[in-house]
Structure formats: C-alpha cells, structure tokens
T-cell receptor, first 114, second 110 residues
Framework: GAVVSQHPSWVICKSGTSVKIECRSLDFQATTMFWYRQFPKQSLMLMATSNEGSKATYEQGVEKDKFLINHASLTLSTLTVTSAHPEDSSFYIC??????????FGAGTRLSVL | GENVEQHPSTLSVQEGDSAVIKCTYSDSASNYFPWYKQELGKGPQLIIDIRSNVGEKKDQRIAVTLNKTAKHFSLHITETQPEDSAVYFCAANQGGKLIFGQGTELSVKP
C-alpha cells in the first residue's frame, strides 16, 4: 500500500515553455502533498506544501508564479514549471502525507531545459 | 526553525561490516524522525522511523536509536550488503513538514 505515482519520469523541454508534473496517491487519499527539488549530490529542498482545495504554501525564495501548484482532488497534485529556463533543470520529487506524518515519495521527475 | 545536521557525508565499508550514520536536530519539539534510502535517479524510500516516545527501534538488519536529551539519532545497518549502497537521508518533523539532513552516500564494497 501507500503508492505514490509521479509522471513523467523524465522530460526535456525548450527554454520558455511550460512543463506539468503530476503526482498521484494510488491507494490512499492525501489531504497534503509536498513538492521538493533536488540538485545533484544535494539534499531534498522543500518547495511548497499543497493542500487539497486550497492555495499552496510556498517556502521562502520559491517563486509561486513560476511554480504553479494545483491540488484539486485528494489523490492528485500537479506542479507546473512556467517559462522554464536552464537553471530550472533539476530533479523534482513529490510526496503525499500519510498517517501520523509519514510521507510517501514518488519516483521523481528529471527536468532538462535546453 | 529546525536544523538537521548529518554525518558523515560519505561512508565506505566492506561487505559484512556495520555502518552508522548520525544526525542531530535543533528543535526540541520535533517528535518524528524517519530515515530514507535513495538510489540513483529514484525517489526516497522510507526504511525505518522512530518517534520520541521510544529510544530504539529495529527491523532486521536496520536499527535506529534516539537520544532526546542530546537531540541526536542514528541509523545502524549491520551485515551490510552491496545492495545497501545508496544515499541515506535522515529527517525531523517540524510544523507538519520534514526537514532533511544533507545525506550520506554509503558504498558497500564486495
């Protein structure tokens, strides 16, 4: 149980285009989902907390107009990287909040912006 | 806010030896401490966790210890195997979020 599916696993896009990443909890409902960014050989950095039916809460320094988050249902949250640039290239990982603060992670999405 | 420090950043052991990774945290209100294993190109996987009402927890070759007074917790892997090679992250909870350590790259040599 507690499977989190993330798609796509890898995406290449041109600079200036937008990319959407989906995060789904397959066998449980998640009121809260989290979005992280991870650069090579570094730790996970929380970008934002996504709550179903309300606006996401962004961490300091994360541009909310650039990283659009939508959590329209208890099983789906999406992250859209708008007007992507090469510096946005990174590994993006979502997680879903289970019982008692357990977080279940997706497999991650590698974004490469050319 | 919470700050989690993790050591060492890299650890190399021979197959069959034990590996220990240590973390310290700053917020005494933290009460949940998970450990994650991340293989290259994949998302983190929860391997064990501990809550502040216990001092130790074991699951086969993996154990975690917690010292609330000193605000540190450790991951112990015994009888290491090559497939244990990965990056390990500790974390502590704060305000419904997880704050991660810097990670430890464990290499188990056959």
């Amino acid at each position: 149980g507690a499977v989190v599916s993330q798609h796509p696993s890898w995406v290449i896009c041109k600079s200036g285009t937008s990319v959407k990443i989906e995060c789904r909890s397959l066998d449980f409902q998640a009121t809260t989902m989290f979005w992280y960014r991870q650069f090579p050989k570094q730790s996970l950095m929380l970008m934002a907390t996504s709550n179903e039916g309300s606006k996401a809460t962004y961490e300091q320094g994360v541009e909310k107009d650039k990283f659009l988050i939508n959590h329209a249902s208890l099983t789906l949250s999406t992250l859209t990287v708008t007007s992507a640039h090469p510096e946005d290239s990174s590994f993006y990982i979502c997680s879903a909040d289970g019982d008692q603060e357990l977080q279940y992670f997706g497999a991650g999405t590698r974004l490469s912006v050319l | 806010g919470e700050n989690v420090e993790q050591h060492p950043s890299t650890l190399s052991v021979q197959e069959g030896d034990s590996a220990v990774i240590k973390c310290t945290y700053s917020d005494s209100a933290s009460n949940y401490f998970p450990w994650y294993k991340q293989e290259l190109g994949k998302g983190p996987q929860l391997i064990i966790d501990i809550r502040s009402n216990v001092g130790e927890k074991k699951d086969q070759r993996i154990a975690v210890t917690l010292n609330k007074t000193a605000k540190h917790f450790s991951l112990h892997i015994t009888e290491t195997q090559p497939e244990d090679s990965a990056v390990y992250f500790c974390a502590a909870n704060q305000g419904g979020k997880l704050i991660f350590g810097q990670g430890t790259e464990l290499s188990v040599k056959p």
